[in-house]
């Protein structure tokens, strides 16, 4: 993968890769899209949502294909990237990724879930370069909240 000039913004650089930012994440009100506590902002889940109606709802290999869901989980890297600079102002203010994970619900012989994620972190490499290399974990559940098929969240560092 070859990453945008690091003179440019985050979001210069995903427009460049043909990617943008869609609306922040909103709630009702029960839970926060990001808690900050000082240099450090925690992301809550992401699910696939087109404004108050979820979307991609079952199962990874059965209602939905392998290659359907990576463009999913691109999305959702959009969406809690949404989130953040809504919390924070800037993605520029990002100093790096430090840990995504995501779910996924699949049949039960499905294996590929890293590969999915893959999808995911491709977004946050090309919006911050070295400092979107993060850990991470991919990992099959059984269920997801309103029957979404994968499910988001991150934690990222910021400068002050």
Request: with cysteine; aromatic share 6%.
């Amino acid at each position: 993968m070859v990453f945008a000039s690091q003179n440019l913004s985050p979001e210069q650089r995903l427009a460049d890769a043909g990617l943008f930012l869609p609306p922040p994440l909103t709630t009702a009100n029960l839970f926060s899209p990001t808690s900050r506590d000082g240099h450090l902002v925690y992301v809550s889940g992401h699910v696939p949502k087109l404004g108050d109606t979820f979307v991609h709802l079952g199962k990874i290999g059965a209602e939905i294909s392998a290659e359907q869901a990576k463009p999913i989980a691109r999305q959702l890297a959009l969406s809690c990237l949404a989130s953040i600079k809504a919390e924070i102002g800037e993605l520029a203010r990002v100093r790096r990724i430090l840990k995504m994970i995501g779910f996924f619900v699949t049949v039960p012989e499905f294996t590929a879930h890293s590969a999915l994620l893959n999808s995911a972190s491709e977004v946050l490499l090309s919006a911050f370069a070295d400092a979107g290399q993060h850990a991470r974990s991919a990992i099959g559940v059984a269920s997801l909240p309103h029957g979404a098929a994968m499910e988001i969240e991150m934690v990222v560092a910021v400068h002050a």
